[in-house]
Each structure stands twice: as structure tokens, then as C-alpha cells.
């Protein structure tokens, strides 16, 4: 009796491989976790459920975020991030309790909904980005005192929520924050959302691990070893090419891939 061909598995395993590279390049080089790519990747190409996209989506963009930091280390030292700590701890004042209560509400909140939210919101932040594209990386925060204190924290818990709904690691939503309203630098903006995304996600993925659906994680463990491992050297490529590609076609160029996204996520609602 022959065997049955492990062709079908091979491809899934090439082409998850190939997939993970190409977002975790763009995670590496803009300071994303690539999750507004991946999540339609996963339920279009890969046929997850919904809320297993998002478990999944959740733990690819760990690897991303967690692997992009050093890669970026070049371009934007470990210093330059850590001197900013004031805005990092800011963000996470709020951004750590919203991920723990954007989780409990994804297990309740129908596929469709968390698509249509994620699809819009992403226009609107690609708008915000293009309309304020001069003023951002000024060097100069929008408020000051304890205005830009509370309305830190407010973006941070909105910023968790959205994150742990739909699996993203924030990034999209991180860097036009640091930009616009702390007027972070676009380059030092990408690794300070990444400082930022790692301790919010670990929160959300703390909470997820209660739900019976954590349970996609054990049964798909080769494919997101395989996923993971080429997030990871698209990560390094990313942040290779951060060096070399100008600051000032980094907001454009965020601003489409938010577009794009946003179309590929309306389009699985």
C-alpha cells in the first residue's frame, strides 16, 4: 500500500515560510509586527477560523517584534530607544490593560465585526498619516504636561484593544501615535512601537491562554515554527534595509500597506 504524498504538506510549509519572510521584511524595516498582512494571509491562504487567525496572528507578531528590535539596533541603538522610557512607560500605562481587555472581548465579538473595525480604522489612520505627514518626527509633542501624559494613555489603551482583537502587534497604530503626537522621529518611532508592542502582546497572549482556542498553537506547531522561522530572517532583511532606505518615503509607504490591508481584511468580513 503506498504512502501517502507529503507534496501538499511541503508546499504549506514552503509557502509559510515565504509568507513570514516577506511580512516580517516590512515588520523589520517599518517597525511593524506584519500583522495587518498575516491575518488575511492566514484565513485567505492558510484557512484558519477567525479566531484562530488571531491566536496565530498574535504569536507570529511576537516572534516578529521580539526578533525586529535587535535587528534594528543598527540603524537606531538601544540608547536612542531607551532614553525615550518616559513615552514608552506612558503607552504602556494604558496599553497594557487594554490588551488584556481587547483578548476577553475577542472571544465574544463575531469574525465579521473585528474585520470591518480593523478594515476602517486603518483607512483612517492612512489618512491621518498622509494629512499629517509635514509635521510628524517634528521633535516636538502635540500636548505638553499632563495633557500628553492622560492622552498617552488613553492611545495606549485603545492601541491594546485593537491589538489583542485582532492579534496585531500595534505597531500600525504605535508609530503615527509616537509620531503625531509625541513627535518621535519616523526611524526611532518604528523601534520605540516595537519596545512598546512586545509587553502589550505578552499580556494579551497571557489572557488568550485561558480560551480553549489557545489550543491552535499545540495543533499547528510546525507551521508556526516554520512561519516563525521566516518572520525571523525577514526581520534581519528588514532591518538591513532600514539603513539605507530614506526616512521621508517611510510614512508614505506606511500609509499604502495600511490601504492594502485594509482592502484585504473588508474583503474576509
Known amino acids: 500500500m503506498s504512502l501517502p504524498s507529503t507534496e501538499p504538506l511541503q508546499r504549506s510549509r514552503a509557502a509559510a515560510f515565504g509568507w513570514g519572510a516577506a511580512i516580517g521584511s516590512l515588520g523589520g524595516l517599518i517597525g511593524l509586527g506584519g500583522a495587518e498582512f498575516r491575518l488575511p494571509v492566514l484565513i485567505g491562504v492558510f484557512r484558519f477560523a477567525a479566531l484562530e487567525a488571531v491566536i496565530l496572528n498574535k504569536a507570529m507578531s511576537l516572534v516578529v517584534v521580539a526578533s525586529a528590535l535587535p535587528f534594528r539596533a543598527a540603524a537606531v541603538p538601544f540608547s536612542a530607544v531607551a ?18 481587555a481587547g483578548a476577553g472581548w475577542a472571544t ?14 486603518l483607512v483612517a489612520i492612512a489618512a491621518v498619516l498622509l494629512l499629517g505627514h509635514d509635521a510628524g518626527g517634528s521633535g516636538r509633542a502635540f500636548l505638553e504636561g499632563p495633557a500628553l501624559w492622560l492622552a498617552g494613555v488613553a492611545a495606549g489603551f485603545c492601541i491594546g484593544v485593537v491589538a489583542s482583537l485582532l492579534g496585531v502587534a500595534g505597531g500600525e497604530l504605535l508609530i503615527p501615535t509616537l509620531v503625531l503626537l509625541f513627535g ?18 505578552l499580556v ?28 525571523i530572517a525577514g526581520t534581519l532583511v528588514g532591518g538591513l534595509l532600514l539603513g539605507v532606505v530614506p526616512s521621508g518615503i517611510l510614512l508614505p509607504l506606511l500609509a499604502a500597506i495600511l490601504l492594502i490591508s485594509a482592502v484585504k481584511v473588508w474583503r474576509h468580513a
Do not use: H
Open 83 to 100: 532614553a525615550e522610557w518616559p513615552i514608552i512607560v506612558n503607552l504602556l500605562a494604558g496599553s497594557l490593560v487594554g490588551a488584556w
Open 108 to 121: 465574544r465579538l463575531k469574525s465579521e465585526t473585528l474585520y470591518r473595525v480593523i478594515a476602517l480604522l
Open 184 to 201: 518621535a522621529d519616523i526611524k526611532l518611532a518604528g523601534s520605540l512601537s516595537l519596545a512598546v508592542s512586545l509587553p502589550t502582546m
Open 204 to 231: 494579551g497572549f497571557a489572557r488568550y491562554s485561558q480560551d480553549q482556542s489557545f489550543s491552535v498553537l499545540a495543533r499547528n506547531q510546525v507551521f508556526l515554527l516554520v512561519m516563525a522561522a521566516g518572520s
